[in-house]
């Protein structure tokens, strides 16, 4: 399967019951990919956080998120691990995401 994925231009999209597994996979499958050299991209996209989660751990996986809906806007090979849950929480329309969208690079200063 990854070898299919490794040479065709497109995402597919993995879909787990348990999202613990998905992530676990998901590193399985970057540490195998770092070996192959393959250039395919191995996303895990979580699910929205619920309410009562620690406020740390709910911004992680609020960034996790944005981060792959961010790696989505540009053409690349790529697989991503995730849950139906995941797929339909909510998520900025496309957009509204391009014009909040801000890149950052080491050095660069920002005004807020």
């Known amino acids: 399967m990854l070898n299919y994925l490794s040479k065709e231009h497109q995402t597919s999209v993995a879909l787990f019951a348990n999202p613990r597994e998905a992530a676990e ?5 970057r540490t195998h990919i770092n070996w192959e050299n393959s250039g395919l ?15 740390a751990r709910r911004a992680d ?12 806007l540009e053409e690349r090979r790529r697989i991503i691990l995730t849950t139906p849950e995941a797929l339909l929480g909510p998520c ?3 957009k509204v995401f391009l014009a909040q969208r801000v890149r950052l690079a080491a050095g660069d200063a ?3």
Request: glycine letters at 0%; a negative charge; charged letters at 25%.
């Open 25 to 29: 996979l998901a590193s399985e499958i």
């Open 92 to 94: 900025l329309k496309h």
């Open 61 to 72: 996986r609020i960034s996790e998120r944005l981060a792959v809906l961010s790696a989505l």
């Open 41 to 55: 991209e191995v996303l895990y996209f979580p699910e929205d956080p619920p309410a009562d989660i620690d406020a």
């Open 110 to 112: 920002l005004p807020f």
